[in-house]
């Protein structure tokens, strides 16, 4: 019983601030989603990664470890999507993307600060970079069929990455006033990430939701089978495992809709993985989550 209210205290705040979000537009409200997105992605989170890497009293090495493990797991997802797609006959630049990259920032950050806390969300950040990169420059190239990986440089959360990392790696902290200004605005990231998601998938219009389910649940047991299998074999620790298998297993990112929709792919086929990826989570996590604590 105690494990299970435990469960219930980390996942139902995510899910309750996408409910939010859902019944915002359900009633009819505005809610413009792309100007949310910017302010979150060039300043909310940035700021967030860059204050829970400075902050952390995680090991250096630690980082180092678990960011080897994440781009190797990515890295294994890919193949095994790859060739189940090839063998599935299903199009390669409409689903590989979103079977790949999950929801790590909207879902994954705030899970991370719910279950473990702020070392929890030290290690999350690092996930997440990997995969922000990852999807900047080969997510964006599988889509579009191009794109410079330049373009990866000038996103400002991966400067906030770095840049926290550097302060880390050297035991620097900014002066008291501006490093609370920061902390003020990274705050904001978790709850806005949440209620956007939330006004996304009330917005989208999905299909083929029968293979949208099959895709779905493959994606998520191939995940947290992968990212275990990483985990182990990387010797990570118990928390920064846990953190690994519940990020790269989390839903199909809004985002890979957004490519589809911009790119031509077919975005009502991803629109269904969105929302049945992220109905299923709902089950999904809670069950990962009592696995791993």
Excluded: H
Aim: aromatic letters at 10%; glycine letters at 10%.
């Amino acid at each position: 019983m105690n494990l299970v209210l435990t469960v219930l205290e980390i996942v139902a705040p995510v899910f309750l601030l996408a409910a939010v979000g859902f019944g915002w537009v359900k009633m009819g409200f505005e809610y413009r989603v792309e100007f949310v997105t910017r302010l979150a992605m060039t300043l909310s989170v940035p700021c967030l990664i860059f204050v829970a890497l400075m902050k952390t009293d995680i090991d250096p090495q630690a980082l180092t470890t678990l960011s080897l493990a994440s781009a190797a797991a990515y890295g294994a997802v890919t193949a095994v999507f790859f060739l189940g797609l090839r063998l599935a006959g299903l199009d390669i630049r409409t689903y590989l993307a979103p079977l790949i990259f999950g929801n790590t920032g909207n879902m994954g950050l705030p899970l991370a600060i719910f279950a473990f806390g702020n070392s929890g969300l030290g290690y999350a950040v690092v996930v997440f970079a990997v995969m922000a990169i990852y999807s900047f420059t080969f997510g964006i190239w599988l889509v579009s069929g191009g794109g410079s990986p330049l373009k990866v440089i000038k996103e400002p959360l991966v400067a906030g990455t770095v840049l926290g990392g550097i302060f880390l790696w050297q035991g620097w902290e900014t002066p008291k006033f501006l490093t609370n200004a920061l902390e003020l605005i990274g705050q904001m990231a978790i709850p806005v990430m949440l209620i956007t998601l939330g006004v996304a998938v009330a917005r989208l219009r999905p299909g083929k939701l029968g293979q949208a389910l099959v895709l779905s649940s493959f994606k998520i047991g191939t995940c947290v089978a992968i990212a275990a299998v990483i985990g182990r074999a990387f010797g990570l620790a118990p928390e920064p495992f846990a953190v690994l298998v519940v990020q790269v297993s989390t839903p199909v990112a809004v985002t890979s809709y957004l490519l589809a929709e911009k790119y031509g792919a077919d975005s009502d086929a991803v629109a269904g993985l969105v929302v049945v990826s992220t109905l299923l989570s709902v089950a999904t996590i809670p069950l990962t989550l009592a696995f791993l604590l």
